[in-house]
């Protein structure tokens, strides 16, 4: 009987930790011992979001789908798609930017005066990318996203800073294998890599942008990997329900963040925010078009922070591919 009692009250407990999620927190798996794994996507939505869409649908399952804005320019339908098909959607940032130190040319040869003001500017840049693109999944999707992958898994001190103060959890993940070192690999041995990564509390990731034949793969692993799910007796579930977050009140809990309403403010120039609607006071965002896409808004977010866009190209066609590869690209040297 006690140990019964003692049991339980682990249990509760561990519900009780999931519920308390803090804003700014990293999480790479849910502990918990139910049969519940997530499945979650990067980068999309793309053409072929629908295709997996149906996938999920045939098997009951459901993912949570972290989006990039500038996609929601061409996929913004297939964005409320995800929402109204009970799917949970995240923050991608705007356009991948690689946000990882090591990456910026010149940073470590820095002087730590230099690093902290250098560190200073990357966390307004990435606050004014995660409001802007926040604003366009709202639109979209027409849900407030609580929940961020930084491109590449990115999750320095001032990333889990900026995320704490905009009201972000940052979800990474527990198993994924898409590097450039697994691509001599069969579809077969990435799949049974896969079925073996459906664990209880299990974050797996996928893409739903890519080329012709990454997709395929990407088909082939998702269908391949929830028929073993249902063998095993596992369900597939969005990231919210296995840490048992309820969404609702984990955007009030944003919407009532004083820094969230601190960093609108300086956002939208103006020190009212409205408490029906966090994006009323943004400022209006131009339609896109092949010739103009969002350059003019992202001069100020990317300001002396370097970018790789190319993969962003797929599926564009070549006025607009051109136009995005016009953004401003500069070294953080060249100050």
């Not at 561990?14 to 997530?38: C, I, L, M, P, Y």
């Not at 979209?140 to 800073?161: Q, T, W």
């Not at 994924?176 to 697994?182: A, F």
């Not at 001069?299 to 599926?315: A, N, Q, R």
Request: proline fraction near 4%.
């Amino acid at each position: 009987m006690k140990r019964a009692a003692y049991f339980l009250i682990i249990s509760l407990l561990a519900a009780h930790a999931h519920a308390q999620q803090n804003f700014g927190d990293v999480v790479k798996r849910a502990h918990t011992t139910e049969s519940v794994f997530a499945i979650t996507f990067d980068d999309g939505p793309g053409r072929d979001t629908p295709d997996i869409l149906n996938i999920l649908d045939k098997y009951n399952a459901k993912a949570t789908f972290f989006l990039t804005a500038h996609q929601l320019r061409f996929y913004s339908k297939t964005a409320r798609a995800l929402t109204e098909r009970g799917h949970t959607v995240g923050s991608h940032t705007t356009i991948h930017k690689d946000y990882r130190l090591q990456r910026l040319n010149g940073y470590m040869e820095l002087t730590p005066e230099e690093q902290h003001e250098f560190l200073l500017k990357m966390k307004g840049a990435l606050k004014q990318d995660l409001l802007y693109s926040e604003a366009e999944i709202y639109k979209a999707a027409g849900e407030l996203p609580v929940f961020l992958r930084m491109p590449y898994g990115a999750s320095y001190e001032y990333i889990k800073n900026t995320a704490r103060d905009l009201g972000y959890i940052i979800i990474n993940w527990s198993a994924v294998q898409d590097g450039p070192e697994e691509e001599t690999l069969t579809d077969m041995k990435r799949l049974e890599y896969y079925k073996a990564s459906i664990k209880p509390g299990a974050i797996i990731l996928l893409h739903d942008l890519g080329d012709e034949k990454k997709i395929k793969r990407v088909k082939f692993i998702l269908e391949g990997m929830l028929e073993e799910a249902q063998k095993k007796g596992f369900e597939a579930v969005t990231v919210d329900q296995m840490l048992c977050i309820n969404l609702e009140e984990k955007r009030q809990e944003k919407l009532n963040l004083a820094s969230y309403k601190k960093a609108l403010a300086e956002y939208s120039k103006t020190a009212e925010v409205p408490s029906y609607t966090p994006f009323s006071i943004m400022r209006p965002q131009p339609e896109f078009d092949a010739l103009s896409p969002v350059r003019e808004e992202l001069k100020e977010i990317f300001h002396e922070v370097t970018t790789d866009i190319s993969h962003l190209c797929l599926g564009m066609n070549e006025e607009a591919c051109s136009a995005l590869n016009e953004l401003p690209v500069t070294n953080i040297t060249n100050k």
